[in-house]
């Protein structure tokens, strides 16, 4: 029997962990195929599991890591109980960070580096992904020596995946969109709209997010909604918000942001951005 309670296997930055409750209560009452431009951790994705879903991001390491996953889950979780064979320390981090590195480099997409991914992820700083211009990840170790994985919940993942038709792609956000029709559903969260000048975080690929993304993306939804394709986009508060997505359904909600290093600034306000009121 499929296991349908499944999580995010990956900690990422502007997850939407605590935002679940309040996505899932405006989510359309019915639509067709579901459509994730920017699918990050997947929070949503994998709350409701739908059975046919397009899924895409620009990183393609994040979509090997699913990819591997939806082929062989228990490959992935084989590689990695070979890396969690050695105690974990500072060194053998460092190590580890190198291995993957190398093989981001080599353009090896394959179960080692899914697993390599998802193991770094739970021992590097904050579980931040973050690259430099080369591409090459760079955040340090956070001296945990937890568990590594979830087993159970990586095979579930696994299970659902390739047991239902979901297309998993790497994309430019735009492109992703091309076969939506009318009645289907996109969900956009994309990086955030920094809060100032000097608060920009968009490194999660060497070529970033800029503003001029920012106002594509608005140029996008607004196309979309002319098609008759259900929208729901979660940002950043700021003025800009408001302006870019003008004339829609915009909705103030209050979040908790796990990937501030500072445990203080963990708190702020979201929209959730919306063409359709059912």
Same mark, same amino acid.
């Given at each position: 029997?499929?296991?349908? %309670? $499944?999580?995010?296997f990956?900690?990422?930055?502007?997850?939407k +962990?605590? &935002?679940?409750? /309040?996505?899932? *209560?405006?989510?359309?009452?019915?639509?067709?195929?579901?459509?994730?431009?920017?699918?990050?951790?997947?929070?949503?994705?994998?709350?409701?599991?739908?059975?046919k879903?397009?899924?895409?991001?620009?990183?393609?390491?994040l979509?090997?890591?699913?990819?591997?996953?939806?082929?062989?889950?228990r490959s992935?979780?084989?590689?990695?109980?070979?890396?969690?064979?050695?105690?974990?320390?500072?060194?053998?981090y460092? %190590? $580890?960070?190198?291995?993957?590195?190398?093989?981001?480099?080599? +353009?090896e &997409?394959?179960? /080692?580096?899914? *697993?390599?991914?998802?193991?770094?992820?739970?021992?590097?700083?904050?579980?931040?992904?973050?690259?430099?211009?080369?591409?090459l990840?760079?955040?340090?170790?956070?001296?945990?020596?937890?568990?590594?994985?979830?087993?159970e919940?990586?095979?579930?993942?696994?299970?659902?995946?390739?047991?239902?038709d979901?297309q998993?792609?790497?994309?430019?956000?735009?492109?992703a969109?091309?076969?939506?029709?009318?009645?289907?559903? $996109?969900y956009?969260d994309?990086?955030?709209?920094?809060?100032?000048?000097t608060?920009?975080?968009?490194?999660?690929?060497?070529?970033?997010?800029?503003?001029?993304?920012?106002?594509?993306?608005?140029?996008?939804?607004?196309?979309?909604?002319?098609k008759?394709?259900?929208?729901m986009?979660?940002?950043?508060?700021?003025?800009?918000?408001?302006?870019?997505?003008?004339?829609?359904?915009?909705?103030?909600?209050?979040?908790?942001?796990?990937?501030?290093?500072?445990?203080?600034?963990?708190?702020?306000?979201e929209?959730?951005?919306?063409?359709?009121s059912?």
């Amino acid at each position: 029997m499929l296991r349908i %309670e $499944i999580n995010p296997f990956l900690k990422w930055a502007g997850g939407k +962990g605590q &935002l679940l409750g /309040e996505l899932k *209560a405006r989510l359309p009452k019915s639509y067709g195929n579901y459509f994730e431009p920017f699918i990050g951790g997947g929070a949503l994705f994998f709350s409701i599991h739908p059975p046919k879903a397009a899924i895409s991001d620009i990183n393609p390491q994040l979509i090997n890591a699913y990819r591997q996953l939806k082929k062989s889950s228990r490959s992935v979780i084989r590689e990695i109980r070979k890396i969690t064979s050695c105690e974990c320390d500072d060194k053998y981090y460092r %190590e $580890i960070r190198s291995r993957y590195n190398l093989k981001t480099e080599s +353009g090896e &997409l394959d179960s /080692e580096c899914a *697993a390599l991914m998802i193991w770094i992820n739970k021992h590097c700083f904050n579980g931040l992904y973050r690259v430099n211009s080369k591409g090459l990840f760079n955040v340090p170790y956070n001296n945990n020596r937890g568990k590594s994985i979830d087993e159970e919940n990586l095979a579930g993942i696994g299970r659902y995946l390739s047991s239902n038709d979901i297309q998993i792609k790497v994309k430019d956000f735009e492109k992703a969109c091309n076969k939506a029709k009318e009645g289907d559903f $996109i969900y956009f969260d994309s990086p955030y709209l920094p809060e100032s000048d000097t608060a920009d975080f968009t490194d999660y690929t060497k070529e970033g997010f800029a503003m001029s993304d920012h106002e594509r993306l608005a140029r996008l939804f607004r196309k979309l909604d002319l098609k008759g394709i259900k929208l729901m986009l979660s940002n950043n508060d700021v003025p800009k918000a408001h302006e870019l997505y003008s004339g829609f359904l915009i909705e103030r909600i209050s979040a908790r942001r796990s990937i501030n290093s500072n445990a203080s600034k963990r708190t702020g306000k979201e929209v959730i951005i919306r063409n359709y009121s059912d």
